[in-house]
């Protein structure tokens, strides 16, 4: 079965500034996605980027972006000039060739104005 | 925009009450989901449907039970409830190809 983990529950960072968030996963297969869902407070759950295990090129949308490495079996949120609207819960999940997603635990991101 | 929308924000039962929460989309997947979210505990999947009439357990299925009887409808079924499934229960889709859409969320209190 896949585990994913993230290991910092809780986070902070002051506005504009860069923040990474850690995810590791464990899996024995090959091709497989790899989401980044945010939480903001008593809001719907979003997707805010997602990566395709066979391309090798990191995603990237706009201030966001992901450092994969496939080999290590890690995959970490990287926000950029962060914002007080990225204050949220930001889960990693991991979905492989039974569709079915697999969560981490989550991680509370606060940004301070 | 993708709407999946779930009967209730919040709704509050009585221990031994058989509740029912609903889920419908207006997207045509055929993949739909029930998790379970808790405090330190991330999303866990109850139950999940690939098609009308069909469904497999997830990894916490005890106390549950869903029905599919339309593509675009995903119920699930606490049949007696109890306080420790008082919780944020969330419905989502998805398609082999795309990212998971969620519902609102609806936070069950069981008194």
């Known amino acids: 079965a896949q585990t994913v983990t993230q290991s910092q529950p809780e986070m902070s960072v002051q506005e504009a500034e860069t923040v990474t968030l850690s995810c590791t996963y464990d899996?024995?297969?090959?091709?497989?996605?790899l989401f980044w869902y945010k939480q903001p407070p008593s809001r719907q759950m979003i997707l805010v980027i997602r990566?395709?295990?066979?391309?090798?090129q990191n995603a990237t949308e706009n201030r966001f972006s992901v450092n994969f490495q496939k080999a290590a079996k890690s995959f970490s949120l990287k926000i950029s000039d962060s914002q007080l609207g990225d204050t949220a819960m930001y889960f990693c999940?991991?979905?492989?060739?039974?569709?079915?997603?697999?969560f981490g635990k989550g991680t509370l991101l606060t940004v301070n104005p | 925009d993708v709407k999946v929308t779930q009967s209730s924000r919040y709704l509050v039962k009585r221990t031994g009450e058989k509740v029912f929460l609903e889920c419908v989309q207006d997207?045509?997947?055929?993949?739909m989901f029930w998790y379970r979210q808790d405090p330190g505990l991330g999303l866990r999947l109850i139950y999940f449907?690939?098609?009308?009439?069909?469904?497999e357990k997830g990894d916490i299925p005890e106390g549950y039970s869903v029905s599919r009887e339309k593509k675009e409808r995903f119920s699930l079924i606490l049949e007696s409830a109890s306080t420790n499934q008082t919780s944020m229960y969330l419905c989502a889709i998805e398609r082999w190809d795309t990212e998971a859409f969620f519902g609102q969320g609806t936070r069950l209190t069981v008194v």
């Open positions: 997207m045509d997947h055929e993949n």
């Open positions: 999940a991991f979905r492989g060739s039974n569709y079915k997603l697999t």
């Open positions: 899996t024995s297969e090959n091709n497989y996605y």
């Open positions: 449907s690939y098609d009308v009439k069909m469904k």
């Open positions: 990566q395709e295990a066979y391309k090798q």
